[in-house]
Every structure is written in structure tokens, then in C-alpha cells.
């Protein structure tokens, strides 16, 4: 997707005559953050307060109607207040309380995975049809800092047709065509959106200047506009003055319409308008640029638990489909909950409190816990049916994705001798020689060595040839004469290369300055890559009203030489010390044999305030144009410096010496970057002051907490490469490898039925990625979901099964396309279904 287009062609039929009283739709609300400058405790007992305070108003005033969304909010009434709950439900069927937003949270909308968006619409919509009978059908994010431009599909696939936001804002942060239009994605999926003028909250106080002021901003051929009103943020609702002001404006024998609404009903009349609407075709950007970066903690947790969970229910979902395992429905169920809860804008944004943070980091690690447990059972169950016999130990190793790879696996094997050989310090463990499954040898190399007082931890590390979404079994032996291992001895490189990429050294800086692609001979770096930038941030946490982190104030220097501290048969690892002020940065360059990427390992040990930490690639390319990932999608940039929003990977291409060429930038938890004049910049991590909002400042004799403190690890890889990013670069399935690594578990050696190799589902051709495997939420059936990643429609085949009982459908993927298919469990069926699991209306 090119951002920003706004095309002047409309939807719709011809409009109606023009109005000339517009009706003002008063949506009272109460927005409720449930963790911000209070942690969650305080959050929940102010939803209570203000539901049971939006019902008073209800039975003072009969017309008033209130708007709430957020499933998560109605679930804790259900369990703290069972009559408040009650009542609610009484309201919703009366048509007095509207239930919006249709997800588990308001979410930030531009750092969850395209695959946690479609889980707040499944556990959301689930939630209000058990609670109340009936879903939302208007998305509603009035709070969150942007819009990723995938999101039309993704509402239309949970059965949300309309869209409320109030950010980014209008003039400053982004000028639309309009308070309403239809909001399209690329696949052309389109949903009626409206950011209404003003804001979502209002003052306690009357609203008739309020009313008015929203009455002149209504689009003239629509005649409808919405006006919000209501305290927000730490709840409140409508105050009874709210009201009261609104039924005398009702009265006034002049000026707008009034009627208490809801945004339901207010886009239906848009629609029973027939009016023609301006077609947006962008994400909705920007607001608090410094949110893509702000605690880095936060971040990492969240893309850890997305991927371990997506792992978790592959090989459970498999294990129970092949072999009738039991399926964790309940537990991943609670850990997809807690990941989407701390989704909430500013928690997974990191605008919230100190503690606030701490607590979500708790809930990660349980929900991590959660998918390990449910990884280990099922692969226990398929690992069961294996034949692991072999001379040696057996070593499975297990691909999460649907497509055969070629790809590092670091594993750890415990070696002992007798316990009286440890005990005395006489046993040392040799080096190690690893077969695969048709018996031949496999280069493999030792990284390190612990010892744990009964015995040895060995690392390894080597290159699998693994199936696609299945396993291979490899054998571990430790011969008596081979030669114990002792760590290589650093000596200083100035460059490494394989067969296919040259990585040199400048030995004063220490950093790259030259990566070749040596299929071509072309450069991809026009000058030292990799640097590590300190940027002056004196910004407040959000960043608000900063467009680019350019202010430069430093650069990190080597300390010591660049030193090639691995140098073995499967990889080559150079290592550069540098520091700044109080801070350090170890960058580890990896290079594997054969492969055609650089690994880039950095551990950063930070101590400074108000800065920001990127890394700077200026690349040899010549009319660059940068494109980068979104949720479940990728949109092309204009690249004017601007800190933009990332997932998994950003591309810069471009011409060098005539050729197309690129380069593909990966990551496993970073979701900011910009690019300026050919050079990209990942940003790394910023340390703002906790929750710290302008305009209130820095006073001296006050004990701050800053952010990003201390250690954090990023991997990154670098991909240059001849031609597109979709074809040669293959970017996106690279991206899923970097942050979905193959699992390693070593078993018993036994007879088994399954093959000692083998795919239990592969999908074709690469342009269509499979990215989950699940149980259906109510019942028996597999889910499978996927998205077209390249902008042609493609013939699939999906593969399930083993040999002769493997099965094999054709899908047809339209461009841009995320599909979900449901095979039936008693047939051979497979279905095209909506996200929330169901068939579709034809």
C-alpha cells in the first residue's frame, strides 16, 4: 500500500437534497482507561462506578443512551457485580446502552500483529454475543495513536462496518477529505468511518456551545454529524448538567436537530442518506510517534507471546487433529486474553505508570508459561509417533511454518560423565558429531560450555534442512577420541564472507563499511552501516507534536578491536565493544555458511535520560523508496525522515549500477524506523520519564524514574538482495523465521509410525503465508488462516497429513487477501469462513 491517497472518486448514489439543519447525534460516553497513571485494580473498580452512574442517568433521563465498548469491561462487571451486570444487559436489549468496538480492548493500532487484531475481534464479539445476544458492529478506537492500514479488512472480517477515531487530529497530525468517508484497505475491503469533530470527552459542565460548534463541522450533503460528550479517561460518563443542557437544546425552537444517539444509528442514517463519500486509502497516522519505541520491555514481551502462542496452537491444534490429543482450549484462551488486555493503547504503547509496566510484564510471563506447557505437551504426543532410532541421541528438531526452510537451530545438550569423574574435575566433554536422519553428517559447531556442578551444558548450533510445518530427527554422538572443546581465542578481523555475502570492517570505527552481494558484486552501503546513533529526546513519553528524531548529539565508538570470536564450520561471529557517555553497545555480526542474510545480535546496557537509541544503514541506492510491514500487510512510505510504524521488517529499494536492488532490515521486537536520503534507521529504544505528558517539566530536587534503563538484547538480520522484496528478497516469510525460530527437543530413541522427516501441512506458493492453525472456538475443527503478501491473486495448495492420508485442497487468495478456512473435522471440507469462525453469507 503508497500512503497517503485520497481519491477524489465517491461512493454511493446521488445524494439528497442538502439540509439545512443538521441532526447532532449526542454519543455519551465515558472513556475508560484501564490502566494509565492507575494500575489495573483502580481501573476496574472505576468501570463499575461509572456503569452503575451511566444507569442512574438512564433512570432520570428515559431518552439518554450510553455508549461502551471494550469486552474485557463488561466481563469484570459480570464477575464483580452481577446485578449491575444485570441491569446492563436490560439496557442493551432496550436499545439504551450500545455496545461498540466489538474487541477485547481499545487497543494500540499500529504495534499488534495482524493476527492479535483479528483475536480482539474473535474473543470480543464472542463475549458480547455469550453476555448480551448481540454483537457491535461499529469499530470504535476513539483514544488510540493511529491506524494501520490494514485494519478495514479485519473489521469487515468481525462483522464491524462502521469506524470511530479521534486520532490522529485534524490540521496538525492529519488532513482529511472530511469528518466521513470510506476507509479502504488494500484488498479494497471498505468500512464507513468518521472522526467527529471536537473530542470524545467534555466537560462536566452545559454543552450548548458544544452542540453548536459540532452542528457547523456537520457535512453539509449528509446532514448528520456526531457530538461526544461525557468525563473520560479515569471514567466518569455524562454528568447530569451534560443532559440536562441537551434536552434544552432539543427544545430551542431553532438550530440543529438534537437527539440522544448512538453511533450505530447515526451511521445508519449516513447510509439512508445515500450521499457520496470521498475514499480514504492510507493508514490513519500520525499521533505520538514516540509510542512505536517508548519501553522497550513492553514490546519485546508482546511480539515474544504473539509468536509463542501462534507456535503453541499449531502443534497443539495438529497433535489433536492427527492423534486426539486433548486441545489447551481454556488455558491459550486466557493467555490470548492477557496479551490483548495489555495490548490496551497505553500499556502496549508505553505511556503508562512504572507499575503499570510491571504488572503487565507479569501477566507476559504467565501467558508465555502457558504456550511452553502447551508446545511441550503436544510435541511430546507427535514426538511419541516418531521413529527416533539412530545411532546416538535423537534430536528433533520441529518448523512452526508452512513452508520447508533451511535455517539456524541453537540447541543445548546436558553431557556427563560418571558422577565421581565430574565430581573430581576429571571429565570434559568432547566436541560433537551430528547426523541427520538419513545418517549423513551434519556440520555442527560448539558456542559455549557451562557447568553446573553434575554436569555439562554444551551449546551448539547448526543449519537444518527441516519440511515444511513438520520435523526431522538428527543424532547426537560424542565419539571417545574426539578432541574436548576450548573456546576460540578473539583475534582481530577486518572481514567475513561465505559464498554469497562480504562483510568488511572499518578497524578505526569498527563498524561495516562494505556489504556486498557477491552474486553481483554490487555494495549495498554507501558509507558505515549499523552505527549506533544517540538522538537528543527531550520529548515527553508520547512524543507529541515531534515528527523526526534528527537531532543527533553523538555516536557510539569501538572500544578495542573488531574481533572474530566464532570462526567454525556453520558460522562466523564478529564482535564490536563501543560505548557512549555511561553507555555500552556489543554488536554481534553472524554469519552463517550459505546463508544469504547477516544476523546482527546487539546487547545494549544503557544509562542516559531524555535520549533516543537508533541504528543508521545509509544505503547505496539510488531513487530509494522504503515499503514496511503493517498488520497482516505492508504499505510503501513517503521518506521524509518522519518516525513511521513497523512490524517484523522494513525495505529500502532502489538502482545500483542499473540493477533493482534492495535491502530488508529484520527484527525480532522493534516497531519504529525512519528513512531520509537512502539511509534507514531502526530505532532501538528511547528513556523518557514514565507516563510524563506535556506540558508539565522536569523540576530539580524531584527523583524521576526514566525508561529503558539498563540491558536489552534485539536480533536483527540484513538482506541485500537483486530484484524485489517480494520475489528474491522474500521478505515476509524470512521476517516469520527470525521471530518463530524452529523448536529443538531431545527424545528418546524408540520405534514410531511417522517417518523420522516429515511436513504435516505446507502451503504454496510463498506470496501466500499461513500464519495459524487452530482448534475452532466451538467445536472440533481445524482453523486456518493466511494472508496474500505480494498483490497478485495466486492458486494455492494447502497440504495436511502424512503420505499416503495426506490431503491437498487448491485456494484461490485475492490480492491482499486474509483468508480463514475451517476443515470440518468428520470431512474432507475445507470452508471459507469469516475471522469469528463462521461461514459466510453468500
Not at 26 to 37: E, T
Not at 260 to 273: K, L, M, T
Not at 723 to 729: F, K, T
Request: include cysteine; hydrophobic fraction near 40%; charged fraction near 20%.
Amino acid at each position: 500500500m503508497a500512503r497517503p491517497v485520497i481519491e477524489g472518486q465517491r461512493q454511493g448514489a446521488t445524494m439528497t437534497a442538502k439540509r439545512t439543519e443538521p441532526v447532532v447525534h449526542m454519543i455519551g460516553n465515558a472513556h475508560i482507561d484501564p490502566v494509565w497513571l492507575w494500575r489495573v485494580g483502580e481501573g476496574r473498580e472505576e468501570v463499575l462506578s461509572t456503569y452503575r452512574s451511566a444507569l442512574d442517568r438512564m433512570v432520570e433521563t428515559p431518552e439518554f443512551v450510553f455508549s461502551s465498548g471494550g469486552a474485557v469491561t463488561y466481563r469484570w462487571v459480570q464477575e464483580d457485580a452481577p446485578d449491575l451486570f444485570a441491569t446492563i444487559q436490560q439496557r442493551v436489549a432496550e436499545g439504551r446502552w450500545s455496545l461498540v468496538n466489538g474487541w477485547w480492548v481499545q487497543p494500540d493500532c499500529n504495534i499488534p500483529s495482524g493476527e492479535s487484531f483479528v483475536r480482539h475481534g474473535l474473543y470480543g464479539q464472542r463475549a458480547l454475543m455469550e453476555m448480551f445476544g448481540t454483537r457491535a458492529v461499529t469499530g470504535y478506537n476513539v483514544d488510540s495513536f493511529g491506524h494501520a492500514c490494514s485494519l478495514p479488512q479485519i473489521l469487515l472480517g468481525c462483522g464491524l462496518r462502521n469506524y470511530v477515531f479521534f486520532r490522529p487530529e485534524p490540521g496538525r497530525e492529519m488532513d482529511l477529505p472530511g469528518t466521513l468517508f470510506w476507509w479502504e484497505s488494500d484488498d479494497g475491503s471498505r468500512v464507513l468511518a468518521s472522526r467527529p469533530p471536537l473530542h470524545y470527552p467534555s466537560q462536566p459542565g452545559g454543552l450548548i456551545e458544544r452542540i453548536d460548534a459540532a452542528a457547523s463541522q456537520a457535512p453539509a450533503d449528509v446532514g448528520h454529524v456526531m457530538c461526544f460528550y461525557g468525563v473520560g479517561n479515569h471514567g466518569g460518563g455524562p454528568t447530569k448538567e451534560n443532559i440536562a443542557s441537551i434536552t434544552r437544546a432539543m427544545a430551542r425552537p431553532d438550530g440543529p436537530q438534537v437527539r440522544f444517539d448512538n453511533a450505530d444509528r447515526f451511521f445508519e442514517a449516513v447510509r439512508a442518506s445515500a450521499t457520496e463519500l470521498p475514499v480514504v486509502h492510507s493508514d490513519l497516522q500520525h499521533h505520538a510517534r514516540g509510542c512505536y519505541t517508548a519501553v522497550s520491555a513492553i514490546k519485546r514481551y508482546n511480539r515474544k507471546c504473539e509468536h509463542a502462542l501462534l507456535t503453541a496452537e499449531k502443534f497443539a491444534a495438529l497433535s489433536h487433529h492427527f492423534l486426539g490429543s486433548g486441545y489447551p482450549r481454556q488455558a491459550l484462551t486466557l493467555a490470548w486474553h492477557q496479551v490483548l488486555f495489555n495490548q490496551f493503547h497505553d500499556i502496549l504503547a508505553g505511556t503508562s505508570i512504572r507499575e503499570a509496566c510491571e504488572d503487565a510484564y507479569a501477566e507476559y510471563a504467565e501467558s508465555l508459561e502457558i504456550a511452553q506447557v502447551a508446545l511441550e505437551t503436544a510435541l511430546s504426543a507427535i514426538s511419541a509417533q516418531i521413529d527416533t532410532q539412530g545411532a546416538g541421541r535423537s534430536l528433533l528438531v520441529f518448523n512452526p511454518l508452512a513452508w520447508a526452510q533451511s535455517v539456524p537451530v541453537e540447541t543445548a545438550v546436558m553431557v556427563t560423565g560418571h558422577w565421581s569423574e565430574d565430581w573430581g574435575g576429571v571429565f570434559r566433554p568432547g566436541l560433537v558429531c551430528l547426523t541427520d536422519d538419513q545418517g549423513q553428517e551434519v556440520p555442527c559447531q560448539v558456542t559455549a560450555l557451562e557447568h553446573s556442578g553434575a554436569y555439562y551444558v554444551l551449546h551448539l548450533c547448526f543449519l537444518a534442512d527441516l519440511p515444511a510445518l513438520g520435523y526431522r530427527c538428527y543424532h547426537l554422538a560424542f565419539p571417545d577420541d574426539a578432541p574436548t572443546w576450548t573456546p576460540p581465542e578473539p583475534r582481530k578481523v577486518l572481514s567475513i564472507e561465505n559464498a554469497y555475502l562480504g562483510l568488511s570492517f572499518d578497524p578505526e570505527s569498527g563498524w561495516p563499511t562494505s556489504l556486498i552481494d557477491k552474486a553481483n558484486g554490487l555494495e549495498h552501503l554507501r558509507d558505515a552501516g549499523c552505527v549506533p546513533l544517540v538522538i537528543d529526546d527531550p520529548s515527553d513519553t508520547w512524543s507529541h507534536d515531534v515528527v523526526s528524531f534528527d537531532r543527533e548529539v553523538g555516536r557510539f565508538h569501538a572500544q578495542g578491536d573488531v574481533a572474530l570470536i566464532e570462526d567454525g564450520p556453520v558460522r562466523q561471529v564478529v564482535r564490536v565493544r563501543s560505548q557512549w557517555g555511561c553507555s555500552t553497545v556489543e554488536s554481534d555480526y553472524v554469519l552463517y555458511a550459505d546463508a544469504r542474510q547477516v544476523y546482527l545480535d546487539v546487547t545494549v546496557d544503557w544509562h542516559e535520560q531524555g535520549k533516543m537509541l537508533k541504528l543508521a544503514f545509509p544505503l547505496a541506492l539510488q531513487d530509494p523508496q522504503s515499503t514496511s510491514s503493517a498488520p497482516y500487510g505492508s504499505i510503501q512510505r513517503t521518506d521524509d525522515g518522519g518516525e513511521e510504524p513497523c512490524q517484523g521488517w522494513v525495505d529500502v529499494r532502489g538502482m545500483i549500477d542499473g540493477r533493482p536492488c534492495g535491502f530488508s532490515l529484520l527484527n525480532d521486537c522493534k516497531y519504529g524506523y525512519d528513512v531520509l536520503a537512502g539511509e534507514l534507521r531502526m530505532s532501538i529504544l528511547r528513556s523518557p520519564v514514565y507516563a510524563f505528558h506535556q506540558p508539565r517539566q522536569i523540576e530539580p530536587g524531584v527523583t524521576y524514574h526514566y525508561t529503558d534503563q539498563g540491558e536489552q538484547v534485539v536480533r536483527l538480520a540484513l538482506i541485500p538482495y537483486s530484484g524485489s522484496w517480494q520475489r528474491e528478497g522474500d521478505v515476509v516469510r524470512r521476517a516469520e523465521s527470525l521471530n518463530a525460530p524452529p523448536v529443538a527437543c531431545e527424545v528418546e530413541a524408540h520405534p514410531g509410525e511417522w517417518p523420522a522427516c516429515a511436513s504435516l501441512v505446507r502451503c504454496s506458493p510463498s506470496n501466500v503465508v499461513l500464519t495459524t492453525i487452530k482448534v475452532a472456538e466451538d467445536g472440533e475443527d481445524l482453523i486456518l488462516r493466511g494472508y496474500e503478501t505480494a498483490g497478485h491473486e495466486t492458486e494455492a495448495e494447502i497440504h495436511l497429513g502424512l503420505g499416503a492420508a495426506r490431503s491437498r485442497w487448491t485456494v484461490t487468495w485475492q490480492p491482499h487477501e486474509i483468508k480463514t478456512l475451517r476443515l470440518r473435522h468428520d470431512s474432507p471440507a475445507l470452508v471459507e469462513v469469516n475471522m469469528l469462525e463462521e461461514e459466510r453469507a453468500h
